[in-house]
Structures are given as structure tokens and as C-alpha cells.
């Protein structure tokens, strides 16, 4: 069954961490570049962070730059989301994925193997 799971999510208040995790199954997670999205209630699907199939490039988006890191371990098929300095703006569910193609892409249509995700909730 082909799979990506989420975790880690919770309530935090504004200043505080967490650390997403997001476990595939039923593809070979090592050929994929992963990212990360969120969805806010009433907004759409945002992207957040992309890593590289070899974790060896990574980009985020400007509004997380500086305070979340995104890393991986394919021998662990296991992607994470280090997310500090969380703000209230910050409060959606979250959301990992696997990139379809090699081209460079941040649009949530370009991705695959969604998860249901895990609720973040960053109190003020």
C-alpha cells in the first residue's frame, strides 16, 4: 500500500517547536524530491518546504525561511519538518508528499503519495 504518514503535530504556543515526521511506504521514497504543505481553514493547500531526493538541496518558502528545516533519511524512508519560532499564522494542517518528475516544482499539483496530515495549532 502505497502511503505517507504524518506525525508530530500538536498544540504549541507562539515562540515554541515542533518536529513533523512523515513515514512513506509502497514507493521507493529515495527517488523522490519530498515536500512539505499546509492547509489553513478556508485558504488553500500553501507550500512550505521541498528537499531533494539526496537531501542535499532544500527550499522553503519565504514566509518559514530561518525557522523551519526540513531534512530526511532514505535508508529510514522518513522526512521531518523542524519547525522553531512557530507563530499563530503558522496554524494549519500539514501535509507531506512526493514529488512526480525531476523538474523543480513547489505547485501542490505536481505532487503525489499525499498523507492526511497532523494538525499544528500555535497558540498567541
Known amino acids: 500500500q502505497v502511503q505517507s504518514v504524518e506525525s508530530g503535530g500538536g498544540l504549541v504556543q507562539a515562540g515554541g517547536s515542533l518536529r513533523l515526521s512523515c513515514a512513506a511506504s509502497?514507493?521507493?521514497?529515495?527517488?523522490?524530491?519530498m515536500g512539505w504543505f499546509r492547509q489553513a481553514p478556508g485558504k488553500e493547500r500553501e507550500f512550505v518546504a521541498r528537499?531533494?531526493?539526496?537531501?542535499?538541496?532544500?527550499y522553503y518558502a519565504d514566509s518559514v525561511k530561518g525557522r523551519f528545516t526540513i531534512s530526511r533519511d532514505n535508508a529510514k524512508n522518513t522526512m521531518w519538518l523542524q519547525m522553531n519560532s512557530l507563530k499563530p499564522e503558522d496554524t494549519a494542517v500539514y501535509y507531506c508528499?512526493?514529488?512526480?518528475?525531476?523538474?523543480?516544482?513547489?505547485?501542490?499539483?505536481?505532487?503525489?503519495?499525499w498523507g492526511p496530515g497532523t494538525q499544528v495549532t500555535v497558540s498567541s
Open positions: 528537499i531533494a531526493w539526496s537531501g542535499g538541496s532544500t
Open positions: 508528499a512526493a514529488q512526480r518528475g525531476g523538474v523543480f516544482s513547489v505547485a501542490a499539483s505536481s505532487y503525489t503519495y
Open positions: 509502497g514507493f521507493t521514497f529515495a527517488n523522490y524530491a
